[in-house]
């Protein structure tokens, strides 16, 4: 069965709605304190807010939790599947936990800025009773596992995290928070301004505008990117004891940061990344091959045009310059001499702390690793104080190597 992309955003509206109204009361409550009552130290204020907040999750965390099961059985409805009624489970959260972030947010109180803890503690309110909702979706798939329904994480805008879109990857496949990642790596999902949708359904259950085997292999793109840097910086952690953590946590920590490095119209809609350039921008012919390829991978891109006696970088990446490098050597014998590539480090070092090495031309030439091993060895040795960071670019990939 198909669901609209309209029946999600309408979903997703009225649940926002009942948060909004969580976060405007909440933030009466503590003006109410403040200017009624008299509350001026900030430990009062701070205390009366963690009163307020549990009061305001109490009442709109039950509508949330209430809203989401009756959609629950509408949509159960649809997918012809005969179970009990949803149920709607009310606020469930760490008390200690909720205590804990209003003290935090208390410093802007010893601050003297106000409106910034009213409007964090609000924010708190919204994004708890927004989770009730996707609480309630999640728990009564679980009590209907045996019936055949899943739920899936749904990317609701353009502004989910790289983590959210590697859980989003896996589609109508969970049945318990756990499954879905919900604590990995210590990371507590859902977060603050989580915008995914717990959605339930069958395995054989498409959303209009949901793609989880493109987000899979946005995944995948990045995780391929990220993944020999990282096996590196893990082992040497682990060599002289810095961490305790599997290859498998620094993976999915890597991935997930590699993730948000990309445009958000090429990870949500498979769009390739922008290429823009400068006024007066002339990017010679291999060059602009390049950015289709870092385009392609879901790279923003902009040339920066050449001033004549300045330091200027070829291209801006996330707002950061980069320098193009291409590697040659002997085209007619298909070799490269020893300071082919080290030439070419030397000459962006010039330019740019940060350097793109297409290593196309000289994968050509049926050389094996040496050409790669050769870069990234200089990256790492010779040229280590030059450079910050490399994008190694290859016929099936691109490779990112960092300090």
């Known amino acids: 069965m198909k669901i609209s992309s309209q029946t999600l955003s309408n979903y997703g509206y009225a649940v926002d709605t009942i948060a909004a109204k969580a976060k405007d009361y909440v933030i009466s409550i503590i003006r109410y304190g403040i200017e009624v009552e008299g509350l001026s130290s900030v430990s009062a204020i701070r205390d009366y807010a963690i009163l307020g907040l549990e009061q305001t999750l109490g009442v709109f965390g039950d509508q949330a939790a209430a809203y989401s099961a009756n959609v629950y059985d509408a949509l ?5 599947l005969d179970l009990e009624p949803g149920k ?33 503690v609000g924010q708190k309110a919204f994004d708890l009773t927004r989770n009730t909702a996707n609480q309630t979706m999640i728990k009564n798939a679980k009590r209907d596992y045996k019936k055949g329904v899943r739920w899936a994480r749904v990317p ?11 859980l989003a990857s896996r589609g ?26 717990v959605f339930p359904g069958t395995e054989d259950t498409e959303i209009e505008g949901y793609d989880p085997e493109h987000l899979y292999d946005v995944y995948l793109n990045a ?21 305790i953590d599997s290859f498998s946590q620094w993976l ?16 949500y809609k498979n769009e390739p990344g922008k290429i823009t350039k400068d006024k007066g921008a002339n990017p010679l012919t291999k060059e ?12 923003d891109v902009h040339f920066k045009k050449t001033i004549v006696d300045k330091k200027t970088a070829d291209l801006l990446i996330n707002s950061n310059t980069w320098e193009i490098k291409q590697p040659v050597g002997d085209r007619k014998n298909k070799t490269i001499g ?66």
């Open 76 to 80: 159960m409805s649809e997918y012809a």
């Open 172 to 197: 109508f496949v969970y049945h318990t928070k756990e499954s879905a990642g919900y604590n990995v790596l210590g990371l507590n999902r859902f977060h603050s301004f989580c915008d995914c949708r």
């Open 288 to 299: 602009r091959k390049i950015a289709n390829t870092l385009s392609k991978n879901g790279f």
């Open 338 to 403: 020893k300071n082919t590539i080290d030439h070419q480090f030397e000459e962006a070092s010039k330019q740019s702390r940060r350097l793109v090495l297409d290593m196309t031309v000289v994968n050509s030439y049926n050389l094996g690793e040496s050409p790669k091993n050769q870069a990234v060895a200089l990256f790492f040795g010779k040229w280590s104080k030059a450079f910050d960071e490399m994008l190694l670019i290859s016929e099936s990939s691109i490779e990112r190597y960092k300090k």
């Open 223 to 243: 995780r391929k990117t990220i993944y020999n840097d990282t096996r590196r910086k893990w082992e040497s952690a682990i060599s002289s004891n810095q961490t």
């Open 88 to 120: 709607s489970y009310g606020m469930d959260y760490n008390k200690e936990q909720l205590t804990s972030s209003v003290r935090y947010h208390a410093k802007k109180l010893v601050n003297g800025d106000l409106n910034g803890f009213l409007q964090n």
């Open 252 to 267: 999915t920590k890597a991935t997930v940061k590699e993730i948000e490095t990309r445009s958000l119209q090429w990870v």
């Open 156 to 166: 609701s805008g353009l502004e989910t995290c790289g983590f959210c879109v590697m």
